[in-house]
């Protein structure tokens, strides 16, 4: 599959990239948290001082930290065997559910992921009758070939509701950071933390110029329309691990009412609000996670929580001191297949394709 206009083949290195965390994309810490619910807990696992900032986001910081763990917590990562091709269902209704983990950027693995589980055919066509395929969000920055990956799901989407199937997508934050980048540019935004703009935030977390000049408005359009939550068989589909959601609306329809309210009013400030606070991640892992998943699934409903946004082996404990620099260990993190955690309450399905690990295409129900 080629990589888009005017692109040679994309060329991976099995290198980890260098991310750091702002405070912002922290989960609160309850030991750490005034009256008020404002975060004065710990970025890169240890506690920071009050007077460093807490909220906000100066965009000197890339978006995913390097941690440490002291141990394995109560996780689970699931091996995925390919199925076989999914067939359309005897009579009428809805086939088999899927679901897709970050995509930054990287179409070719993409094109391989979905070919695996027999979503697409040889020439890349719908080929999975009246299957389900929810995309959980990210598609752009990082890798070679974001637009070409939202091509593809648009053109997907197509092809499914004609063979009497679906494709839809969820927001990632990524898509509001190339829409803010898109929109605003450079205008100054109130990040609480100092002077932001989108596009110095775009740049720092992967931000791809070739993205950026097939950008057309067709893109920009389909991006706002996403849903930033969705219901499906008892799963609850987010990007983020986060319960950010909850400041939206008590209900799925509020939340995905709410933001796509806010991208219309076209508000560099709001925007970045939203942005910021569906960069926060975390909030299911370690103490305390379960309860956090409870919170989202009492409120919207669901079984379990299906998630993308962090990296699985962030997730495991399995990066805890990388660099782009760091030639000693560039194998990479292996992931097999989704991560089950918060006491089986929660799925994690960015395999960290970005770092050399593994683009996720999954049917659910994910028995363990």
Known sequence: MTQGAGQGPAVRTATLRDFRVPPYAQAPDPAHTDAYGTDYGSTYGGPYAVDEEPEGYTPTQRDLPVISRGGPGDTLQVSVRPGPEPR?????????????GDVHGYLDELYAALAEQGLIDAEGRWAAGNARLWFLGDFTDRGPDGIGVIDLVMRLSAEAAAAGGYCKALMGNHELLLIGAKRFGDTPVNSGAGTATFQAAWLLNGGQKADMDRLQDVHLQWMSRLDAIALEDAHLLTHSDTTAYLDYGSTIEDVNDTVHAILTRNDADECWDVFRKLT????FRDEGGAQAVRELLDAYGGER????HSPIPYLLGEVGNESADD???NSGPVVEGPHVYADGLAIAMDGGVTMAGKLLVVQLPLHN
């Open 88 to 100: 359309p269902a005897a009579g009428e209704g809805l086939g088999p559910l899927f679901v897709v």
């Open 280 to 283: 926060k991640r975390f909030a």
């Open 305 to 308: 929580i299906v998630h993308g």
């Open 327 to 329: 030639d000693e260990d």
